[in-house]
């Protein structure tokens, strides 16, 4: 079971309205003591985004969508298999050499950036730099914001804030100073937004027939294995129609013949081009019948082996039917 938060994501108020510093905080705060024990777990998140904060009634956020998290043997253990999100994702997830729990630290730095302009962080392609001339409104924030977020934001892991003792060196800088962690953990801290529950809209139930319970019973006497009012001869002609082309005159007569084969099965065979009767007692007219079975069971094996002809495997085929040259595979 999943808590009922219906005040929607962070991201969906970053659509409505910018964030004070004091708002961004806040949030920022509580996002880190989520990782906290997320770490504490021994799990990375990977993906800490304001589409994965929720705001609840209180004003608290939640923080949910843990499908890139993965359990770790140790916080600093390194991993090596390439996920997140592409726009923020920290630089080291797409090389060689590994990372470690330090990624959610940098994706607190994208955090804070988008929750302080509403913007996504802009980097170089080549080495993932966060330059202030490519992000204009980094310029409008505080100086001690500015220097948490650049620090954050560091590619080389080492040298990134948190490298050194973790979380508790990230909360020790200057710009979180202002904010009481344990008070936060503790739910003392009056939270900054708050939405009015009357405003909330919620889609309406789904409608239900009120006489599905007549539809159920329509076919509940009947027996399910047989799907009523459907013929096999009909779907068959369907089938061989849809195989074949129309516009060539012999498909449309090996529609007919197998027509007249599949509504006459068991019965006294009837020649599709004189219409008449053939009686077996006749010499003559046997060797016609057997001609006209011959050629009827050569024109359905035709028909089932077009109807069946997608099924092949190109490896039944032969090498000439193949377009290109052969796939040659080196060890």
Not at 2 to 24: A, M, Q, T, W, Y
Not at 117 to 136: A, D, M, S, W, Y
Not at 238 to 258: A, F, G, Q, V
Not at 296 to 324: N, P, Q, R
């Amino acid at each position: 079971m999943l808590d009922f938060v219906p005040c929607g994501d962070l991201h969906s108020i970053l659509k409505k309205r910018r964030l004070r510093e004091n708002e961004v905080l806040y949030f920022v705060g509580e996002a880190i003591l989520a990782l906290n024990a997320i770490h504490s777990q021994q799990y990375i998140y990977r993906d800490l985004k304001p589409e994965n904060l929720l705001l609840d009634f209180d004003g608290h956020i939640l923080l949910t969508d843990f499908g890139l998290a993965k359990k770790v043997p140790r916080i600093d253990a390194l991993n090596y298999s390439q996920c997140g999100t592409l726009q923020v994702m920290a630089p080291e997830i797409l090389g060689e050499s590994g990372y470690c729990c330090l990624v959610d630290y940098y994706n607190i730095g994208t955090l804070t950036y988008e929750l302080a302009t509403g913007k996504v962080p802009i980097f170089t392609q080549k080495h993932r730099l966060f330059l202030e001339e490519n992000n204009p409104a980094f310029a409008k924030l505080s100086e001690d914001l500015k220097d948490f977020i650049k620090k954050l934001l560091i590619p080389e892991p080492s040298r990134r804030l948190g490298a050194i003792s973790g979380l508790r060196e990230i909360t020790a800088h200057p710009w979180m100073a202002s904010i009481d962690l344990q008070k936060l953990f503790l739910k003392k801290v009056a939270p900054p937004l708050l939405v009015d529950p009357s405003s909330i809209s919620y889609q309406p139930k789904s409608s239900v027939s009120e006489s599905i319970d007549a539809t159920n019973q329509k076919y509940s006497n009947t027996d399910s294995r047989y799907i009523p009012n459907f013929s096999y001869d009909e779907s068959l002609e369907c089938c061989l129609i849809s195989k074949l082309d129309l516009n060539d005159e012999c498909s449309k007569e090996k529609i007919s013949k197998t027509t007249t084969i599949s509504t006459n099965a068991g019965s006294t065979t009837n020649s599709p081009s004189m219409g008449k009767k053939v009686s077996a007692s006749d010499p003559k007219e046997k060797q016609e019948e057997n001609v006209t079975e011959a050629d009827d069971t050569e024109i359905e094996d035709d028909l089932v082996a077009a109807k069946f002809d997608h099924y092949k495997s190109l490896k039944t085929k032969s090498m000439k039917l193949l377009k290109g040259p052969p796939l040659i595979l080196k060890s």
